[in-house]
């Protein structure tokens, strides 16, 4: 999954506080140097090794390493059968690559309402949308912050539809005393940043169902035992693996993936303290039944006062004093490739309220593990400045 236009970083020295940046340490070092030192940079056990670990870590059966996120959906969606002259009920918020694979597939996206706290799709507006055409729902888990899968459950078996969890951005979070990614039918994650497991590159479908787990390796790449088998051309598949250069890289960080998350949970906590000096500050949003939220960037949602073009200047504000800043979502339909889908599949300004009064105002900042409480206390001292030079104030909402 590659980063949108709107929030890729260009070089910066030493001075600037970079929106992401990966925690990486020595034993990230030691095991991809011991993967380039071995005879197999692909189609070695390592990729093996993270796809059974990172399932066992989220109770799943199966793992399904992939190059991306975006590859990890598409073959989701193809080893269901679902393409052309299908329909998948998704939300046009959030990180928004993996919902490209609708379209990628050949399917039409069906673009529901968010709820208006959360950012994740709402069960009531996703139920509106399920038509005879529907196969299935796309519920995310926005910015961390759980989806309510115990509603999208009932809806997904009252309708006969499949449920596809996409935690690309959650890692760590935790619903009803479980982790996230252990919720849809199939569950996909991405490893690129900012994710707090970054291997660069890279994406995993998680799910209990042996038949889908047999379907997904097929369709992610012939393996060299097939070069003998009469059945290969069956079906196309892609060259959609994962190098055990990043398997090496992803198995380092599921190592430290709970030092990761307390080092970014401590981030959250200056974050926190230093946002009280906003006025109109709201704490953190949790729903109902959701235990953990590890959130994959600190975003924040300005007033009612502030416009889209407002949170530009600010964003071009805090750029003057070296600080990385950006939307945090580009709403999909509002993007070229999905407004010939036309109003019917709610691609039009205006058909989502919440959607869109969330996506003009909401703002990611700089969030890793290796802050520290100065960092961020100049960063929110600024923040506010230049949320007061817009001239709307400086009420801002979490």
Not at 9 to 38: F, M, N
Not at 40 to 54: C, H, M, N, T, Y
Not at 300 to 326: C, K, M, N, P, Y
Not at 339 to 368: H, M, V, W
Request: proline residues 4%; hydrophobic residues 40%.
């Amino acid at each position: 999954m590659n980063a949108p236009a709107e929030m890729q970083t260009v070089d910066h020295d030493e001075d600037w506080i970079l929106l992401t940046d990966p925690d990486v340490s020595g034993i990230e070092l030691d095991k991809v140097i011991r993967a380039l030192r071995s005879p197999r940079l692909s189609a070695g056990g390592r990729v093996e090794d993270f796809e059974a670990e990172f399932a066992a870590q989220h109770g799943r059966a199966y793992g399904i390493a992939t190059a991306s996120g975006t590859l990890a959906m598409w073959l989701a969606l193809r080893a269901m059968g679902i393409g052309p002259g299908d329909e998948v009920v998704a939300c046009s918020y959030g990180w928004h690559q993996t919902a490209h694979a609708i379209l990628l597939a050949g399917a039409t996206p069906n673009f529901a309402e968010i709820d208006y706290w959360s950012g994740c799709i709402s069960p009531s507006a996703a139920a509106d949308r399920i038509r005879p055409n529907t196969k299935a729902i796309i519920g995310n888990n926005c910015n961390g912050h759980p989806a309510a899968w115990k509603a999208l459950r009932q809806l997904a078996e009252a309708r006969g539809v499949a449920l596809i969890e996409d935690s690309t951005e959650a890692i760590g979070s935790r619903y009803l005393g479980r982790p996230v990614g252990s919720f849809g039918d199939v569950s996909v994650f991405d490893f690129s940043q900012p994710g707090a497991l970054c291997c660069g590159e890279g994406g995993m479908v998680l799910t209990d169902d042996p038949r889908l787990a047999t379907e997904l390796r097929y369709l992610r790449s012939h393996r060299l035992t097939d070069r003998t088998s009469v059945s290969i051309g069956s079906r196309v598949p892609l060259q959609a693996n994962m190098s055990d250069l990043t398997a090496a890289l992803g198995l380092a960080q599921l190592e430290r993936i709970d030092e990761i998350l307390a080092r970014r949970k401590q981030v959250e906590a200056y974050y926190r303290d230093e946002m009280q000096s906003f006025e109109g500050i709201k704490p953190p949003y949790l729903g109902p039944d959701v235990d953990e939220v590890h959130w994959m960037l600190y975003v924040v949602h300005l007033g009612a006062r502030f416009t889209a073009s407002g949170r530009a200047q600010i964003v071009d504000d805090l750029e003057a004093d070296l600080i990385e800043a950006a939307p945090f979502s580009a709403l999909l339909h509002q993007q070229f490739a999905y407004q010939a889908l036309g109003e019917e599949f709610n691609c039009k300004r205006g058909c989502l309220k919440n959607t869109e009064r969330i996506g003009d105002r909401s703002l990611a900042l700089p969030f890793y593990g290796h802050m520290d409480a100065d960092q961020v206390r100049f960063l929110v001292k600024t923040l506010k400045d230049a949320c007061t030079n817009v001239g709307a104030g400086a009420a801002i909402y979490l």
